[in-house]
């Protein structure tokens, strides 16, 4: 199994030009010796816990079965002499008999080699060792130029995020460095302020990224640094019992155990991350157990908790002015646009179908926001216009965008009107909405398999660059802007071009054996009908 599960593009300059190799020095030890015991002593619980359920999954006390069990689990003595026997181990220290002219002591011959001071002076070594550094630094470097892709990952069972280069002017895209993760990531949120460091400038900057998985923990990683071993802070009850003394083991396992919601930190799967990027030490997660909560990325600790919805919370995304407006969607079919200086429980409240996938705001007309549904719909409404009830909320326009969920949504910031949407029946669609209400631009199947996430690029130079990632677990970067409908319909966005122009998708070559049996086609079919994309709102 292989799948992209969620991306997210770091802008040009953010990177550093050279990333730093990981260095363990007594405080980071400490840290990780601390972390690493936690994760032992989480995994014997949960082994203790299975070879309970094993062995007495009645709750009775027959040891006859666990003696059983135990006697299966040993290997038998003549299994083990007969997987020996081929190494010989009798004989193993047996010396054998010279040949003729041969000697018997260790580096017999010594008198005749010949020794240098430096690798520099020996003619046999032909590779020096700056050579290999400098090819080392040569496959790190980042230039200013680059984009940095985040991918988060599931490949044959693990977890870990791929970290991708994009040189737009060669077309070029290659895995950078990788991160390995605990469990299986969800969602993934790019962060410019440095955590877990000492801030020494009054305007600091960073690299970081935060990672939602299946566990309650949220993971923030430095993206400049090569080879890490654990993250450089942890949101929730992991990172509260890493920081603190580890006395109390009564009181850390009793908190443990409890799963019900509460003001400090998650206790389900984190489903969506949100950075403030007016107020840069603040970041929104939403979650399975229902709520929403706000931390403060200076002191690592939840600032405040809200529990707006009745089912899970599974998108989330700021106002893009109003930086302490933040808009959710939920598993109960409702959306909710909240100011979070107040707790006051009256929030404006909108209704859809069917299950919310994505929310976001329209950064053109900030008045503006979209939600996508399990049901394949788009919904765009106006913020000044919520309604009494939810049941009773009005769109300004709706559109039946995909025949299955529409499960990644993202606005081109850079071009107004410019709109991706992805879905399980394996399709990427680009749409234009003008005035008059949206239309299709094309579709293509650019064989992902079923689209988890689509992503412009965030820089006015690679505007129509769109990451897609989906069930086959490949990232390919589409640039739209090759494409005659995407032509046609922002010409005055695309610069003159001669001649005939081909389709351009980058990727990175996978193996044959990771891509899912089922198999796509090649990117096809023009799609550049612009009614195609009226015909549900005719329905309507």
């Known amino acids: ?78 299994d083990a002499d007969d997987d020996l026997k081929e190494y010989d181990l009798d004989n193993y220290d047996s010396d054998a008999a010279p040949k003729d002219g041969e000697t018997m002591a260790m580096f017999g011959n010594a008198r005749s080699l010949a020794y240098h001071q430096s690798n520099a002076e020996d003619p046999y070594i032909t590779m020096q060792e700056n050579e290999e550094e400098d090819d ?29 280069v994009y040189e737009d002017e060669v077309d070029n895209l290659y ?13 993934v949120e790019w962060l410019d302020l440095p955590v877990g460091k000492a801030l020494t400038d009054a305007d600091p900057k960073g690299n970081f990224v935060a990672v939602g998985t299946f566990d309650p923990d949220i993971e923030l990683w430095d993206l400049d640094t090569i080879d890490s071993m654990y993250p450089n802070a942890i949101l929730g009850q992991g990172g509260e019992e890493a920081k603190s003394e580890a006395s109390d083991e009564k009181k850390k396992k009793k908190r443990k155990k409890s799963k019900k919601a509460n003001e400090d930190y998650h206790v389900d799967a984190v489903l969506s991350l949100a950075a403030n990027r007016q107020h840069r030490n603040l970041l929104a997660s939403s979650s399975a157990d229902k709520t929403v909560k706000l931390w403060d990325l200076t002191t690592q600790k939840c600032a405040k908790s809200y529990s707006h919805h009745t089912d899970k919370v599974c998108s989330i995304a700021w106002h893009p002015k109003d930086a302490t407006v933040l808009l959710s969607g939920s598993y109960d079919r409702t959306l909710v646009a909240a ?21 976001a705001w329209d950064p053109h007309d900030t008045n503006y926001f979209y939600v996508t549904t399990e049901s394949g719909m788009i919904h765009y409404h106006d913020l000044r216009n919520a309604s009494a009830s939810p049941e009773s909320s009005k769109p300004v326009w709706t559109l039946q965008a995909h025949g299955e969920s529409v499960s990644s949504f993202d606005i081109n ?8 949407t992805g879905s399980t029946d394996k399709e990427v669609k680009l749409w234009n909405v003008q005035p008059t209400g949206p239309s299709m631009v094309v579709s293509r199947n650019i064989d992902v398999g079923k689209v988890f996430t689509t992503k412009f690029a965030p820089d006015s130079e690679v505007a129509f660059r769109l990451a897609v990632g989906g069930s086959k677990g490949n990232i390919q970067i589409w640039d739209t802007s090759t494409n005659a409908a995407v032509r046609n319909a922002f010409a005055h966005r695309v610069g003159p071009v001669e001649g005939e122009v081909k389709e351009k998708l980058v990727g990175v070559e996978e193996d044959s054996s990771d891509e899912e049996s089922e198999g796509g086609g090649e990117p096809g079919g023009e799609g550049g009908d612009g009614d195609a994309g009226w015909e549900s709102m005719e329905d309507e």
């Open 413 to 420: 910031s850079a071009i107004p009107g410019f709109l991706a």
């Open 339 to 359: 100011d979070l200086r107040s707790m006051d429980t009256k929030v404006p409240r909108w209704g859809v179908e069917s299950d919310v996938e994505t929310v």
């Open 136 to 164: 080392e630094r040569e496959d790190l470097q980042v230039l200013a130029s680059d984009n940095m892709v985040i991918a988060a990952k599931v490949e044959d069972e693990v977890a870990h995020l791929e970290i991708y």
């Open 175 to 187: 895995v950078h460095h990788d991160i390995m993760l605990p469990a299986i990531p969800l969602c």
């Open 1 to 78: 199994m292989s799948m992209i599960t969620a991306a997210a593009w770091v802008p040009r300059g953010a990177a550093a030009t050279l990333p730093t190799k990981y260095d363990v020095d007594e405080n980071e030890l400490a840290r990780i010796s601390k972390l690493a015991k936690l994760q032992l002593e989480d995994a014997e619980e949960d082994l203790v816990k299975a070879q309970n359920g094993h062995h007495n999954p009645e709750g009775s006390g027959d040891s006859s079965d666990e003696k059983d069990g135990d006697v299966q689990m040993k290997p038998s003595n003549q």
